[in-house]
C-alpha cells in the first residue's frame, strides 16, 4: 500500500473531523460566545475527577451552538457522572413537534424517551411556550470499562417517528460515537470547574469541555417538509439512569433550585426564564450571588470571605447579619449534650442525671 493511498484512508476514515467543528467533547473557536450560561449549582454532584472518562458528578455549565457545514452542532460544557446519568437534549428546528411529550414515540435506550412523556394521564414533559421538540439526542457513560452510548429520535407531531441507537465510543475524538446517519457525539468529561455542589445561584463560565453533539440537518427532513434550517432552539438537561428523575441542571438555568424530579410532571412554562436556548443568543453574564449569604440563598460555592466581600456582616460568634451561620461555620458536635461546645464528662453527667427519666 502506497502512501497517498494510506493517507486518503486515514482522511476517509476520519470521520468526526468536519471541516470547521472537530467533534471531541472541547469547545472549538468557531462556536464563539456560549448562547447561555448555567446559574445554578449542581445537585447531581461537583466532579473532582479531571480525567476525561470518569466523572463523580453532572454539571452543564452552559450551551453553545453552531450551524455550519450542514450540520447543527451543539457543545454543552460540563460533566455527565459515570454511573449511566443521562444528558436529554431536545432541539425544536422544524414547524410542527410535540411541546408535551407524548407516550407513542419510538422505543430507544430502554424506552427513557417515553418515561418523560405523558402516562395516559395528560403529564408529560411540557417545554416553555413556543418550543415544539422535534428531536431528541441523549448520551450516557459508565461501566467498570468505561464507555458512551448515544441515542436518538424524531418528534413527529402526531408521534410515532423514528429513533435508534446511534452507537457507543469512549472519551475525546478518538472515542466519539459515530452513527450510521453521520449522527456524532463526543465527551470530554475533564472540568473540574464551573458550578459547584448546590442547589443556589452558580456560575458556569470558563468550562471548554462536556459534551458535543453534531447533527446533520438532513436527519430533521423526514418528510421533504423541513425548509431551511437557520436557527434552532436546543433545551437539555441532566436526568437520572432511568431518564425518570431530572437534576437541577437545566439550560437555560433555573436561577437557583433543587432537583427537578421526575419528568414527566415538570412544565418548564412555569418556571421562571427560559428553559432552552436559541442558535445566535449571547449569553448574559452570571447572576450576582448577591448577598448570598444575608438572603437564605443557599453558597456551597462561597468561602466566608467571599460572603464578607458580598456585603455580609459577619458578627464574630458564627452567625452573619441575618442570623445564618456562614457556609464553614463548624457543625456543632454530635454528644455534646449540655451544648457547651465539647464532648466531656459533664455531658455523661447529664446524661446520668436525667437517667431513666421519660417524657
Ligand atoms: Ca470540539
Ligand atoms: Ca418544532
Ligand atoms: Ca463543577
Ligand atoms: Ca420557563
Redo the contacts with the bound molecule.
Keep these: 500500500m502506497n502512501y497517498t493511498l494510506i493517507t486518503t484512508l486515514t482522511l476517509g476514515f476520519a470521520a468526526t473531523a468536519f471541516a470547521q467543528v472537530v467533534v471531541d467533547g472541547a469547545l472549538d473557536a468557531e462556536y464563539g460566545l456560549p448562547n447561555a450560561v448555567q446559574n445554578t449549582q449542581t445537585a447531581f454532584g461537583d466532579s473532582t475527577i479531571g480525567m476525561p472518562d470518569f466523572a463523580n458528578g453532572s454539571e452543564i455549565d452552559g450551551g453553545h451552538s453552531l450551524i455550519a457545514d450542514g450540520y447543527l452542532y451543539i457543545f454543552l460544557p460540563g460533566n455527565l457522572e459515570s454511573v449511566f446519568n443521562k444528558i436529554d437534549i431536545f432541539i425544536d428546528a422544524r414547524a410542527g413537534g410535540q411541546n408535551t411529550l407524548r407516550a407513542d414515540n419510538p422505543d430507544v435506550d430502554f424506552d427513557g424517551l417515553n418515561r418523560m412523556g405523558d402516562d395516559g394521564t395528560g403529564n408529560g414533559l411540557t417545554f ?1 411556550a413556543g418550543f415544539e421538540a422535534d428531536m431528541w439526542v441523549s448520551m450516557t457513560c459508565g461501566g467498570e470499562v468505561f464507555a458512551t452510548y448515544g441515542s436518538y429520535a424524531e418528534l413527529h407531531t402526531t408521534g410515532a417517528g423514528f429513533g435508534m441507537p446511534v452507537g457507543a465510543g469512549t472519551s475525546g475524538e478518538a472515542g466519539a460515537i459515530v452513527g450510521k446517519t453521520g449522527l456524532t457525539l463526543a465527551l470530554d468529561n475533564s472540568n473540574i470547574a464551573g458550578v459547584g455542589y448546590g442547589e443556589g445561584i452558580g456560575c458556569g463560565e470558563g468550562v471548554v469541555t462536556g459534551v458535543e453533539v453534531a447533527i446533520p440537518l438532513y436527519l430533521f427532513d423526514w418528510d421533504g417538509a423541513a425548509g431551511d434550517i437557520t436557527s434552532a432552539k436546543i433545551c437539555a438537561f441532566i436526568n437520572n439512569s432511568g431518564h425518570d428523575y431530572m437534576s437541577n441542571q437545566v439550560i437555560g438555568g433555573l436561577g437557583g433550585s433543587v432537583n427537578l424530579g421526575d419528568p414527566r410532571n415538570i412544565n ?8 432552552f436556548f436559541t442558535v445566535g443568543d449571547v449569553a448574559g453574564p452570571c447572576p450576582p450571588p448577591t448577598g448570598a449569604c444575608c438572603l437564605d440563598v443557599s453558597c456551597s460555592d462561597l468561602s466566608d470571605a467571599d460572603c464578607v466581600a458580598l456585603g455580609g456582616t459577619y458578627n464574630g460568634d458564627g452567625t452573619f447579619c441575618n442570623g445564618n451561620p456562614p457556609p464553614c461555620a463548624p457543625q456543632p458536635c454530635e454528644g455534646d449534650i449540655n451544648g457547651d461546645g465539647t464532648v466531656d464528662v459533664s455531658d455523661i453527667l447529664t446524661v446520668i442525671g436525667n437517667w431513666g427519666c421519660t417524657q
Design positions: 416553555d418548564f412554562d412555569l418556571l421562571d426564564g427560559n428553559q
